[in-house]
């Protein structure tokens, strides 16, 4: 089976943008409201010769337990399949509480993470993505999934640890 590389973040971060940036097409269902993808979406994918499955997450809002919780919900199902996880931070948003509660899974997870500050469509939002450094999640790579911007070098680094 080829590894799976799973795409996590809050709703409305980006991420369904980001998988149909990194599939070449709309497949992934973006919505300017959060909460239209199904909890878990695999497409094949593949960059630089490497083959693997791209999972698309989300669907938290119909849960009732509260958007934090689920979310944590969610992300911890995601990881447990993943070989690798992209997470996904709005740069523009910078960290919320709920960010925190998954970056405490993650470090649990014990799986390789390559963090994404999405939304940083031109330089003046290279700041806001070097902040995100305060996760402790290493390097976060600044990328516009809508335009495209710093998408290679996202996956260069995610393949390298899938
Ligand atoms: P998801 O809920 O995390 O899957 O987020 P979506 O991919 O559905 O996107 C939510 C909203 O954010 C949509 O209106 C997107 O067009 C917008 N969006 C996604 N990526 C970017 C980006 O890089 N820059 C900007 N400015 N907006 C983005
Ligand atoms: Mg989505």
Excluded: C
């Excluded at 925190?100 to 290279?126: F, T, Y």
């Amino acid at each position: 089976a080829l590894p799976i590389l799973a795409v996590i973040g809050r709703p409305n971060v980006g991420k369904s943008t980001l998988v149909n940036r990194i599939l070449g097409k709309r497949l992934a269902v973006v919505e300017d409201k959060p909460g239209v993808t199904r909890d878990r979406v695999l497409y094949p994918a593949e960059w630089s010769g490497t083959d693997f499955m791209l999972m698309d997450t989300g669907g938290w809002e119909a849960k009732v337990t509260g958007l934090d919780l689920s979310v944590a919900q969610q992300a911890e199902v995601a990881v447990e399949m993943a070989d690798a996880v992209m997470f996904v931070v709005d740069s523009k948003v910078g960290p919320t509480a709920s960010d925190e509660k998954v970056v405490r899974l993650l470090r649990r997870s014990g799986k390789p993470v390559v963090l994404a500050a999405n939304k940083v469509d031109g330089p003046q939002g290279e700041l806001e993505a070097a902040s995100l450094w305060s996760l402790g999640l290493g390097e976060p790579y600044p990328v516009s999934a809508l335009h495209g911007r710093g998408t290679g070098d996202l996956l260069d680094a995610a393949i390298a640890v899938l």
